[in-house]
């Protein structure tokens, strides 16, 4: 859940950090499979609360690698405040 935004066009086309970082993975391991469910714009609690729920159904043992990077968009409203977003942050992580 990790969109990567910010990250420069390559050949006219957005390849996130994410991405990039899952085509390397892909090279190194054949049956690798990735899976993005980022949706660009949501808010901290939005992930928690719906985000999370649907990736943790994907896990598959140890062997699954999960990012998990949310917050951003909170950081950006004007009324921002870091100590509503860290239990909500907190809830992610320990999910």
């Known amino acids: 859940m990790t969109e990567g935004m910010s990250d420069e066009v390559i050949n006219g086309n957005y390849r996130g950090w994410a991405d990039r970082v899952a ?11 990735y899976m993005n469910l980022a949706i ?22 140890k062997q699954t690698l999960v990012s998990f990077h949310a917050g951003a968009n909170d950081v950006l409203r004007p009324n921002y405040r870091p100590e509503v977003s860290l239990p909500q942050y907190e809830l992610g992580l320990n999910s």
């Open 40 to 61: 660009r714009g949501k808010l901290l609690k939005q992930v928690v609360e719906n985000q999370i729920p649907t990736a943790i159904k994907y896990i598959q043992g």
């Open 23 to 33: 085509d390397e993975l892909a090279k190194a391991n054949p049956s690798f499979t």
